[in-house]
């Protein structure tokens, strides 16, 4: 497709579903969700959910800081 939007939109659909399987059954993909899963065990009161949205957002900021593009917004 040409719309980028629409296509950040189906792709992050799509990667959620499929993080969410492994997850729900306390395995990893090995991306951020490990590290979630570990952080998880150390402090069990936060949530692992919580604990990807976290480290993604940290990602997307340090990518936005390191690259100065507004493509990170997609």
């Known amino acids: 497709s040409e719309d980028i939007m629409i ?3 189906f792709g992050g659909i799509l ?3 499929g ?3 492994p997850v729900l059954k306390d395995a990893s ?3 951020s969700d490990f590290a979630a899963l570990m952080l998880h065990k150390a402090i ?6 919580t604990f990807i949205l976290l480290i993604d957002t940290a ?13 990170i917004m997609f």
């Open 7 to 9: 296509c950040a939109i």
């Open 15 to 17: 990667v959620g579903v």
């Open 19 to 21: 993080v969410a399987f």
């Open 29 to 31: 993909t090995g991306g």
């Open 44 to 49: 069990p009161y936060v949530s692992v959910a």
């Open 59 to 71: 990602v997307i900021v340090a990518s936005g800081a390191a690259f100065k593009n507004y493509t």
